[in-house]
């Protein structure tokens, strides 16, 4: 590397800096990891935070609005992707990222193009008809993060189980966030509650977040924390596959956004009066309940075959 060039650790240190402003929640899950595995996944996260940030016209994931020329930056996106899967030099850290990581772990470059094809979802203003098109969303803009994250945990990519237990914890994670966020996705012209739901609920369309229509409505953030807390305890089985401290984050992290799907359940039409978070303190007993459960990992998790009846992701 020319000495011009930020080396690996520069980039690695803005990194560490995109994952601390962007998601404590990740951030604190992180630090549990071993030191080459830390600092890949807060590279892998770089790429992924910047990739939504440009789609979504976003700081970190703050100040979501509505962009103008959606398919301009996902073509920008995905130019620079696809460099950086090529092993050039991109000159931007976040992608530089993505480029460090993809050689390091022979990441299969379908990983990072499903995830691509999220954002493209979004960009041609698409909306889930069915429960099946809620899934492939969730798969694409999280699911695929989550086999990536395996790939950097050190997981084969030819380990198809193992790879589905991590999609289904990227899965839980993003059905999470939808019940969480459908006033703050409403606001900019999102929802990606089905179109089907909210028939069956006889919510108008755009009319969801109407005060008359928050009883139903909290019905169906209660399904979508169901569906989360599925696909939360199947992520679980696959922790035995992994090193202590790999399944010690992954536990740790499931735990924390589990956490958000429940408080929003619990919170019923309140869910969006104030924003669902995890207080430190919560975060910090989570943490210290899934070294236990890690430690157990074998005991609690034995082999067992991945429920048939999950959404399974496009192999």
Known sequence: MSAALPSRDAIVATAQESIARGSKSFAAASRLFDRTTRERAWLLYAWCRACDDIADGQDHGHGMTRVEDAPARLARISAMTEAALAGDWIGDPAFDALRIVA???????????????GFALDAADWRPRSEDDLYRYCYHVAGAVGCMMAVAMGVSPDDAATLDRACDLGMAFQLANIARDIEEDG?????????????????????????????????????????????????????????LRSAWAVLAAAGIYGAIGREVAARGEHAWDTRVSTSGAAKIAMIAQAFREALRRRTLYPPAPRDPALWTRPR
């Open 103 to 117: 050689a390091e772990t022979r990441m299969p470059p379908r990983f990072p193009r499903d995830l691509i094809a």
């Open 187 to 243: 606001r900019v012209g999102r929802c990606y509650l089905p179109v089907e739901w909210l028939v069956e609920m006889d919510i108008p369309p755009g009319e969801h977040m109407k005060p008359p229509f928050r009883p139903r409505l909290a019905v169906l953030a209660g399904r979508l924390a169901t569906r989360a807390a599925a696909f939360e305890a199947s992520a679980r089985r696959g922790t035995p596959a992994l090193p």
